[in-house]
């Protein structure tokens, strides 16, 4: 971890040729507003005050020439993202600009800034709590409204709030054992059945923000479905009917989808990646065998599989073979070209237990019952990713479940009558767990880690 006395500097914006119209570079630390000073020309009497926007021009110390007509935002400490001195240059967007106007930056010294160095050094100077700079990260990735909700919602403290109310309630009960422990003869004997129906109350709480987790990491990583069957049953059709688009080929010829298209939707606040796969079948096209094999690929990587038959030629054998070697994966029967028969039911498959959808994708039908039949299987447990106000990532997940069987073990501890400082061990290993997860404590090699996922510049 890099000392916290440097100033960094990074480009805070994407970057790309003719598509953004202001890139920023920003500065954080001791020496933010010198640097600035030293680069920035502000004509007239601006005032070089926190929180005010200077206008003026970029100039490089070293060649006395223009880099950019510029605007420069002033942030002093306290009162910025970093706790530190923030500078901030608003240039013209695209490439040269920003890259000249950083280049002189670390000209006087800066250092470039780490992924995710900015809210690190946030974190550590108080401004953020670890879930909050995480909630960041994530709202910064957000691929839906649900996405970018729950992650505002752990950004506003919504998360931390219940964990730092249990970990101050496991410190109570902490705090009363080990003054039995340590003035037994001077205190009452400790009342059992309240601290048992507290550990009942602190657990009920930590269940239930770990019921968010599955529901966290589809809305952090996205379902991947892949779409699968023989040539020419209408998947691509219905891909294109899915996304409102014409992502794949569509004709009557067998074998016209070569290889895996991919397509990006959102259902119900999760985000989908949908990918049509080649037509399943022996091929003797060299070229289609290639699409064949990615799309086998393509399978095993997906968390749901659709596979569509065609209603008006029924359950054939190689929809079995297919079938075979799908079932023991999460998987919806989709039903196709039900436009093209006078009883869509001729094709249902009784004889086993799996969510069966028609739909005619030629004509866009379809699928909005196919969507509900996707959320039935995410949202099994009963919970709705739009109910959710906070979610939990794998990390705070881990530390939550270590919490959780610690204070599990107390409770058997104080069931089987055990000795006090035996209560005390689980307490803590509790206690520690739950600090973990809003960076109270924690180690610097796990803050590296965090933190190098982030992008350069936040």
């Known amino acids: 971890m890099r000392s916290q006395g440097e100033t960094i500097v990074a480009i805070a914006t994407a970057i790309v040729p003719a598509q953004g119209s202001v890139g920023i570079v920003r500065l954080s630390g001791a020496t933010a507003l010198s640097i600035a000073k030293t680069l920035f020309q502000a004509p007239g009497s601006q005032p070089w005050e926190s929180h005010r926007i200077l206008y003026g021009h970029i100039c490089d110390p070293?060649?006395?020439?223009?880099?950019?007509?510029?605007?420069?935002?002033?942030m002093l400490s306290p009162r910025s993202y970093t706790r530190e001195d923030v500078v901030e240059f608003h240039c013209h967007g695209g490439i040269m600009a920003v890259q000249q106007t950083l280049h002189?930056?670390?000209a006087q010294g800066a250092k470039l800034a780490q992924p995710g160095e900015f809210t690190l050094r946030a974190f550590l100077n108080g401004r953020l709590d670890l879930t909050q700079a995480e909630s960041i990260s994530d709202l910064v990735n957000a691929q839906s409204h649900q996405a970018a909700r729950t992650a505002l919602g752990g950004l506003q403290g919504k998360l931390t709030q219940p964990i730092r109310q249990i970990r101050s309630?496991?410190?109570?009960?902490?705090?009363?054992?080990?003054?039995?422990?340590?003035?037994?003869?001077?205190?009452?004997?400790?009342?059992?059945?309240a601290i048992g129906q507290k550990l009942d109350e602190i657990l009920q709480t930590v269940r239930h923000i770990l019921d968010t987790a599955h529901q966290g990491e589809l809305l952090r990583s996205g379902l991947k479905v892949a779409i699968v069957g023989r040539p020419n049953v209408g998947k691509s059709s219905l891909l294109n009917a899915w996304s409102r688009s014409d992502r794949a080929i569509v004709t009557d010829l067998?074998?016209?989808?070569?290889?895996?298209?991919?397509?990006?939707?959102?259902?119900?606040?999760?985000?989908?990646?949908?990918?049509?796969?080649?037509?399943?079948?022996?091929?003797?096209?060299?070229?289609e065998q290639i699409g064949i094999e990615r799309s086998r690929a393509a399978i095993e990587a997906a968390d749901l599989i659709l596979l569509i038959l065609e209603a008006n030629t029924g359950w054939t054998a190689a929809d079995q073979i297919l079938y075979e070697g799908?079932?023991?994966?999460?998987?919806?029967?989709?039903?196709?070209?039900?436009?093209?028969v006078e009883d869509p039911a001729q094709a249902r498959l009784f004889d086993i237990e799996v969510p069966q959808v028609y739909t005619a994708a030629a004509q866009n039908q379809g699928v909005e019952s196919l969507e509900q039949a996707i959320l039935n299987i995410v949202h099994k447990d009963g919970l709705s990713a739009a109910d959710l106000d906070i979610t939990v990532n794998r990390r705070q997940a881990a530390a939550l479940i270590r919490a959780r069987?610690?204070?599990?073990?107390?409770?058997?501890?104080?069931?089987?009558q055990l000795p006090l400082d035996f209560w005390t061990i689980d307490l803590r290993i509790a206690i520690q767990g739950l600090a973990e997860i809003t960076g109270d404590e924690i180690a610097e090699?796990?803050?590296?880690?965090?933190?190098?996922?982030?992008?350069?510049g936040k």
């Not at 070293?62 to 002033?74: G, P, S, W």
């Not at 067998?254 to 037509?279: K, M």
């Open 169 to 193: 309630d496991c410190l109570d009960i902490l705090a009363d054992v080990e003054a039995r422990i340590d003035f037994e003869d001077d205190l009452p004997p400790l009342d059992q059945d």
């Open 326 to 340: 799908i079932r023991h994966r999460p998987l919806i029967v989709v039903i196709n070209k039900v436009d093209l």
């Open 445 to 456: 090699s796990m803050l590296d880690e965090i933190f190098s996922r982030f992008c350069i």
């Open 254 to 287: 067998p074998g016209t989808t070569r290889d895996v298209v991919e397509s990006q939707l959102v259902v119900g606040g999760i985000p989908i990646q949908v990918l049509d796969t080649a037509g399943i079948r022996d091929a003797a096209d060299q070229v």
């Open 104 to 106: 002189c930056c670390l």
């Open 62 to 74: 070293e060649t006395q020439k223009t880099v950019d007509e510029a605007l420069l935002l002033l």
């Open 405 to 416: 069987t610690a204070l599990e073990q107390v409770q058997a501890t104080i069931r089987n």
